[in-house]
């Protein structure tokens, strides 16, 4: 049998004009209710102005005593798994994982099994306050599956409504160490050509572009002329590798949240990342760079998956408004690349 708690809420001066927001201001901090659910309470009857059932058209004035019936968390059907994971950071409010290359963020029906929540399902087991309304942990980002790298769960609502709203903001500090193909060069006419494409103080690079789905591949994502949505990633060259350079690893970070942004962005510049069957066109390094390290040649091209890792991520706490950065060093399979390749 499920529990229901009420909740009394009292209307403030100058509610936002949009019910959802009015109620998210005023709830009570304890009852970690997001935008997000408050939608869901009022799409299901359950907010009410004394006897009349409000829905999200309803107005709200100040003085205007609102109760809330909110049904406590009930188990989700998602499947708990006990597969290891790297804990990087964990409270009571979310968790920070170092998720391995391989390993899928979100069942899905070609993944139903295997995936990050399910790792995090039997990992946290009792410790899910709720996340919309059943016991799961809330994913507020994703990375591809053959990326590895950092990512923050929320384990309960107000940490989900906190981080979501950081993501939505981009005020989320994120580091991605990225291996390409060729050096990015302030001094390539093809790149100040490039429409979106410029270069900062300090040799940073700029892309600002549009991304949406791929016209004839739905499984893709392009650079659009017309709509899609906006992107920028920045980038800095930390090392090249060949004579001349045939290969570079960039810091990249993201101003925003696009899926394969990166991948994307740098195939755009023609720079596309090594192992990148997607974007990458089956490139190959040019042996003649490296006839001091065949190996690096043949393992580069053999490389099974995009060499993306994301490396850093900060972000301010959701409940105690502390700034958290975490870092994690490239997998062992991308630092043995590197090694090669630097000869």
Partial sequence: ???????????????????????????????????????????DGAVRRGDTVLNAKSKLDEGDEITIEVVEAQDTDLLAEDIPLHV??????????????????????????????????AHCGDTLSGVG?????????????????????????????????QFAAHSVARHYRALVHGVPDAASPRLVGLPGTSFEAGGVLCVTTQIGRHRHDRQKQAVLNNGGRRAVTRARVLDRFGTPAAAALL????????????????????????????????????????????D????????????????????????????????????DDMQNLVNLLSG
């Fill in 296 to 331: 690096a040649v043949s393992q580069t091209d053999a490389f099974p998956r995009q060499a993306l890792h994301a490396a850093t991520l900060g972000f301010s706490h959701p409940v105690t408004q502390t700034w958290l950065e975490f870092s994690a060093q490239i997998p």
């Fill in 88 to 121: 990087v950071f964990e409270d009571d409010d979310l968790i920070v994982v170092n998720k391995p290359a391989g390993m899928v963020v979100h069942p899905a029906p070609g993944s139903p099994s295997g995936t990050l929540v399910n790792a995090l399902m």
């Fill in 251 to 294: 810091d990249c970070w993201l101003e925003t949240g696009r899926t394969h942004q990166i991948r994307v962005h740098m195939a755009h510049l023609g720079h596309p990342l090594v192992g990148d069957q997607t974007y990458g066109a089956r490139r190959k390094l040019a042996g003649k760079s490296f006839a001091a390290t065949p």
């Fill in 133 to 165: 309304g059943d016991r799961r942990p809330g994913i507020v980002h994703r990375i591809d599956k053959d990326t590895s790298g950092l990512l923050v769960v929320a384990k309960s609502d107000r940490a989900h409504h906190g981080l979501a709203e």
């Fill in 1 to 43: 049998m499920s529990v229901t708690r009420t909740l009394h809420v009292l209307i403030a001066a100058d509610p936002p004009p949009r019910i959802e927001k009015a109620l998210a201001r005023d709830v009570p901090l304890e009852a970690a209710l997001s935008r997000t659910r408050i939608t869901r309470l009022l799409a």
